[in-house]
Each structure stands twice: as C-alpha cells, then as structure tokens.
Nanobody, 126 residues
Framework: QVQLVGSGGGSVQSGGSLRLSCAAT????????MAWFRQAPGEGREGVAA???????VYADSVKGRFTISRDYAKNTVYLQMNSLKPEDTAMYYC????????????????????WGQGTQVTVSS
C-alpha cells in the first residue's frame, strides 16, 4: 500500500513560485506513475502533471512551461515546481499514485489513481 503526504503549499503573489512535495511510503513507489491534481472552490478536480517510472512527464495545457514535476527515488518524493504563478492557479493540490496501471503510462485522468495525499493549499493573489 502507498501512503502519500503532501506539503509545501502557501500564499504567494502573482508571478511567484512554490514547490510542492509528496512523500511516499510503501515499496511500490518507485515502480508506479505519480501525479498532481488540483481542485479550486466550486470546481472539479483536474490533472496538473504526471510522471511515470522512467521520468516521462505530461502536463495540462494550462501549466505547460510554468510547472515541472520530478521525482527523487532516494527520498521517495515527488515534487511540483510551480513558477510564474497566476491567481487562477489557486486551489487545493493533491498528489496521487496509480498502482493499477503500467509503469510507463502517463495520464491525467483521475480514475487511474487510487492513492491520494491529504491536499495542500496554494493561494495566489494578484
């Protein structure tokens, strides 16, 4: 079983940066795709970025060129570096792990992810 603990959220001004971290426990961590999702008030949850076992990545169009997902196998941690933040990036951010799909799969479809962190709030002011 994979357990995920997200951290690193906060409040920044437009144009600022934050780095989110997701610490994973469980021996499957290194072999499974991981992702970040976000949910703004009154909105549905949307995929932001995903990374597979081999470091392949995929991003939502809204964050391409601004966000970078990465993983540190030694620390069992996935990161989301967020630069040039905009007010519309304000949301609760969740990390997630997909135990039931192939290691090489890259997807932002939340139905593929079955382990979720507790969420960390990101607020961007204009």
């Amino acid at each position: 079983q994979v357990q995920l603990v997200g951290s690193g959220g906060g409040s920044v001004q437009s144009g600022g940066s934050l780095r989110l971290s997701c610490a994973a426990t469980g021996n499957m961590y290194s072999n499974i795709p991981m992702a970040w999702f976000r949910q703004a008030p009154g909105e549905g949850r949307e995929g932001v970025a995903a990374i597979n076992r081999d470091g392949g990545t995929v991003y939502a169009d809204s964050v391409k060129g601004r966000f970078t997902i990465s993983r540190d196998y030694a620390k069992n941690t996935v990161y989301l570096q967020m630069n040039s933040l905009k007010p519309e990036d304000t949301a609760m951010y969740y990390c997630a792990a997909a135990r039931g799909i192939s290691y090489w799969w890259l997807t932002l479809e939340q139905s593929n992810y079955d382990s979720w962190g507790q969420g960390t709030q990101v607020t961007v002011s204009s």
